[in-house]
């Protein structure tokens, strides 16, 4: 009978010899905020980051932004970076999309001008660091309003701002009101010492 240990040995000597041979895969991690509001009419740049585990230049990273419409139909090129910007040249974004990343700060974000109603939808951030291809694809959603919207911190922001507002102009009435009093003791005090001082019936 073997001894279970003679059993193991031809395994883990198999396991030596393939796995030098076995490559180890890492994604890539991208970083975008989920959703972005724009006015009608003005830029707005759509902030995309990444983090990788292998070294970063301008020759390994190549940069894919993508659009999906909100209705049904197929997605369209935005923009194309790969040692140098390529902005598309047909369709909407034909002179709407700029470079506004920077490689070596891992920053692969693009600007739109002049955005309308039309660029609703869902803008694709995709990144590849070779060898590090594997991994998720950023998305944001851009919503174009005719004018700004207050967000609820803003709300929230305003209404402590008006408490503390009328906190502090109770504040000032009420030191107003105390000086007052005080003002006119102190006058009535002076007054009633004079009266007293030319009145003879006091000595």
């Known amino acids: ?23 180890h895969v890492s994604g890539i991690d991208i970083y975008t905020p989920s959703e972005v509001e724009a006015v009608n009419g003005t830029n707005v740049r759509l ?5 990788s585990k292998h070294p970063v230049s301008a020759k390994s990273i190549s940069v894919s932004w993508n659009f999906r419409p909100l209705k049904p139909g197929p997605e369209e090129s935005v923009f ?7 902005p598309t040249q047909q369709g909407r974004f034909k002179g709407r999309a700029v470079w506004s990343g920077d490689v070596s700060r891992q920053d692969v974000s693009i600007t739109l001008h002049e955005v309308q109603p039309n660029f609703n939808g869902t803008y694709i951030c995709q990144v590849r660091n070779l060898p590090d291809v594997h991994g998720n694809n950023g998305e944001i ?52 010492h004079s009266h007293e001082l030319k009145d003879p019936s006091v000595w």
């Open 47 to 51: 902030k995309c980051t990444f983090s």
């Open 141 to 192: 959603i851009l919503r174009v309003v005719d004018k700004a919207t207050v967000s609820e911190m803003g709300v929230l922001a305003a209404a402590v701002g008006g408490a503390c507002g009328v906190i502090l102009f109770l504040l000032l009435i009420f030191v107003v009101v105390r000086f007052y009093r005080k003002r006119r003791h102190t006058e009535n005090d002076i007054e009633l």
């Open 80 to 86: 194309y970076y790969q040692e140098v910007p390529y």
């Open 1 to 23: 009978m073997f001894h279970p240990m003679c059993q193991t040995w031809p395994l883990l000597l198999l396991g030596g010899l393939v796995m030098p041979g076995l490559r």
